[in-house]
Every structure is written in C-alpha cells, then in structure tokens.
C-alpha cells in the first residue's frame, strides 16, 4: 500500500510512473472521467476505449484502467467480469488498474474489489487498486488517497514517486489513519447521499428523465433522449447545474450527469425546480 496524493493525481501519473510511454497503448473505460484519457496524452501513448478493444486485442497494451462503480454511470462491474478483464491483461503481461473511490457507496448493487480473492483467487501480480478518502470520508481538499495491489509494482512506484516528490504530508497521512480507523462516519454520509438520490432520482423521473445504471456512487446518469447541451441548457434554466455526457466520451452525448453532493436544502430546491415543465 502507497500513500497517494488523492485519486485523480495517480490516475492521471499512472502510466508515466509505470514507464509507459509512445508505441504503448492503455485501454481506458469507454464512458469515463476524462483524466485517464489525459493521463495516457501525458506519458505520449495511445488511447484505447474498451468499446473498440478486438477480442484479441494489441499487444502493445500495457496497461488497462477500470473503473467500478463508475464515474459517470454509476455502474458496477461484477466479479466474473473483474476475473476476465484481469486474465485478458496477464495473457498479455499488462498491468490492471482499478479505480474504486466510490466502493462504498453501493446502492442497488454491490460493488467489489479488483484485489478481492474472487477476482485474483489471492494473487495480486500485474493488479492495482486506486482508493480515495474524498467520497467516504468528505476529505476531498486534503488530497489523501492511496494504492494498494501488487507488492513489486507499489515498490516500483514508491522508489519513483519519492524522487518526484509525490509525498502525502505527515497530517494528511495522520488524518488517512484516523478516519479508515472509524466506519461510523461513513455510514451517516451514506444515509445522507441515499436520501438526496432518492429526492433527485424521483423528481428526475417525474420530469421525463430515463436513469441509466446509477447502482453506486454518487451521481444519477439522465437522459430525455436528446443532445446532453439541450438538456444542460434545460437545467441551467431552472438553475440546476449538470455535467454534459459529452464530457466522458464519444459514446455518451446524450445523457447529463447529475451530483448528490450539494447540501439537502439545495437537492430539496432543485427538486422542486425540476417540477417545471420542460
């Protein structure tokens, strides 16, 4: 396990850190945030969306980023398919890297580990797993996150990342500690996003909004079948701030992305906003 200074900057430093680089290829989710396509620009290899990934596949894959329950779609890849993507990239000497910052939010369905003994059958070789304090813990602006997996690869990493200074401070470190130490807190923030998801989801769908996947994590992901700026526009009218899907990948240009994250008197409000006719 290594320290990491928050999720997104091992995301984005991943394959430059691994040596990846032009010639490589990294096959990244085919809706997703956008830093793992940036983080692959970053190390000059190439960018593969698992949708246009052949059974065969190329060699020259060196590395394959998951991402369960997933930010956008809140989708949760089960364990059968965790066990192929994982044997698909060791035929291949590839390394797997999964992020799960949002594994405690479950809500309709489960989420499980890449580093769970049904997924590796106890062997951590060639995996990874990418974890964040930000979502469970509400400690997003003190950058604490870490990885875990494959004891040569941390190794690996930790012996590059202190000469690039990719130090958490001690009090962040301490702070990691202490809350991973107590479950209570994440269980009252659970109760508080399930009861905004419920407000949002069911407003959404009353306003004519079909909710794909959405099983975990934080963000309901809307479409009304239409462009994601009409509806983006849509929403801003009322007031109501979405993230267009657009911004996730080519293949999810008409749904939008919505957060539970504002406080329960601005989910109440837009709830009601969304009780105007679109």
């Known amino acids: 396990m290594l320290p990491t200074i928050g999720s997104k900057e091992m995301v984005a430093w991943l394959p430059t850190l691994l040596g990846v680089g032009p010639g490589d290829a990294v096959v990244i989710p085919q809706v997703c945030y956008p830093t793992y396509e940036v983080g692959v620009r970053l190390a000059g290899a190439e960018v593969i969306r698992s949708d246009a990934l052949t059974a065969a596949g190329p060699a020259r894959v060196k590395l394959v980023w998951i991402n369960s329950p997933s930010n956008p779609t809140g989708r949760v890849l089960p364990a059968e398919h965790l066990r192929k993507v994982v044997a698909w990239a060791r035929e291949r000497g590839a ?35 990418v974890h964040s304090l930000s979502k469970r813990s509400n400690l997003a602006g003190y950058r604490a996150g870490f990885v875990g997996g494959d004891p040569a690869l941390i190794a690996e990493l930790l012996a590059v990342r202190k000469h690039a200074g990719m130090i958490p401070p001690a009090p962040v470190q301490a702070a990691m500690v202490a809350a991973l130490a107590d479950e209570e807190h ?6 508080r996003y399930a009861a905004r998801r419920e407000t949002l989801r069911a407003a959404l769908t009353e306003a004519g909004f079909a909710i794909s996947h959405s099983e975990a994590g934080l963000y309901l992901w809307a479409t009304r079948g239409e462009d994601c700026w009409q509806t983006v526009d849509r929403l801003a009218k009322r007031g109501i701030l979405a993230a267009p899907g657009a911004f996730y990948g080519p293949a999810a240009g008409q749904h939008v992305r919505i957060a539970l994250t504002a406080t329960d008197e601005r989910v109440a409000a837009a709830a009601d906003r969304l009780t105007e006719p679109f």
């Open 95 to 129: 390394v797997v890297a999964s992020d799960e910052c949002y594994l405690s939010l479950g809500w309709e369905s489960e989420p499980v580990s890449v580093l769970s003994d049904e997924v590796t059958g106890g062997d951590y070789t060639g995996v990874l797993a």
């Open 186 to 191: 994440v269980v009252v923030q659970r109760a």
